[in-house]
């Protein structure tokens, strides 16, 4: 396969994942378990199927390198607290705000990974990132100024999405890190053997109910694991491997305008027009920021 048809897949697999992600917010307030509780199901459910993958993968291909040494472990149990850290205060601030204050500015999180690869990968950044922060900014302020419900309970759910957002972009360098030694199912799977007993210990520290009460929170949970966990993480991580982490996470993008569009069909959520003002200035800033490339002189990403 050329490298172009790779790069074409990815961003597929990113559109597909970003398109997953976007159902999960809905499908974690149609549980009537606690936040962190609904993590650990999502995990504990789909933790099978990744290992069975993770399996089939190790027999098609014998090559696919293994953890092996104390930084391998290391790094792939940095990935699955860094997602339990962002799944945890995300589902936290669904509690709180609405779905698409809580997405929108969860996903300022390609700020974090630009900037990130310019911290620690040594990636040159332009006058456009720092231009597209202050413009997501004041895009976030307007957001949260202007929620429905101008409350303090809203703007304590709009802060803990800002938080997760840190996490989440921490989350996706670490994988765009680990993908270069090791494959999406070998680190999904791992990851989750971390991220999962975690999210219980949080959901039992914070006294989170634990069992669905009514058949359909166990739908919404399996939902959650199979569309929004082994479907739009693992093509994520796949994404991640074959495409710069900037471009990789403008992406993403995609995420709130399906949870906003599920939202409003599923849970009659209506956006105001100057919630939807502030989203659009939002999701402008992010790609003008995000927009920067990793230097590859003469390369396209897709």
């Excluded at 396969?1 to 990113?14: D, H, K, W």
């Excluded at 204050?101 to 990132?129: D, Y």
């Excluded at 413009?135 to 100024?145: F, Q």
């Excluded at 399996?222 to 569309?227: C, D, K, P, S």
Aim: glycine share 10%.
């Amino acid at each position: 396969m050329s490298p172009r048809a790779q790069s074409r897949i990815a961003f597929l697999a990113l559109i597909g994942g970003a398109t997953g992600i976007g159902f999960a917010p809905v499908l974690v307030r149609l549980t009537d378990t606690g936040p962190s509780a609904t993590a650990f199901y999502r995990v504990l459910i789909a933790l099978p199927l990744l290992w069975l993958w993770a399996g089939i993968d190790r027999q098609h291909q014998p090559a696919t390198r293994q953890p092996v040494s104390r930084a391998d472990f290391v790094g792939l149990a940095a990935s699955g607290l860094l997602f339990a850290a962002d799944l945890s205060i995300w589902h936290w601030s669904l509690r709180f705000t609405t779905v698409a204050n809580s997405t929108l500015l969860t996903n300022i999180a390609p700020l974090f990974v630009t900037f990130g690869a310019w911290l620690f990968l040594r990636e040159q950044v332009t006058r456009s990132f720092l231009a597209g922060m202050t413009l997501a900014i004041a895009g976030g302020s307007l957001l949260a100024g202007t929620s429905a419900q101008m409350t303090r309970h809203h703007l304590w759910g709009d802060a803990l999405a800002v938080v997760a957002a840190v996490f989440y972009g921490g989350y996706l360098l670490m994988v765009k890190h680990l993908r270069r030694r090791f494959s999406t199912p070998t680190i999904m799977a791992w990851s989750g053997l971390v991220s999962c007993p975690a999210f219980g210990l949080i959901a039992w520290c914070s006294g989170d109910a634990f069992w669905p009460s009514q058949p359909h929170g166990w739908m919404a949970i399996g939902a959650l694991a199979l569309v929004s966990h082994v479907g739009g993480q693992t093509l994520i991580a796949y994404g991640f491997g074959h495409l710069p982490a900037s471009f990789s996470s403008v992406s993403l993008l995609w995420q709130p305008v399906v949870a906003a569009g599920v939202a409003w069909i599923i849970l009659d959520e209506p956006l105001r027009w100057s919630q939807g003002l502030g989203g659009a200035i939002v999701l402008l800033g992010i790609a003008l920021a995000s927009g920067v490339r990793w230097k590859r002189p003469g390369q396209n990403p897709l």
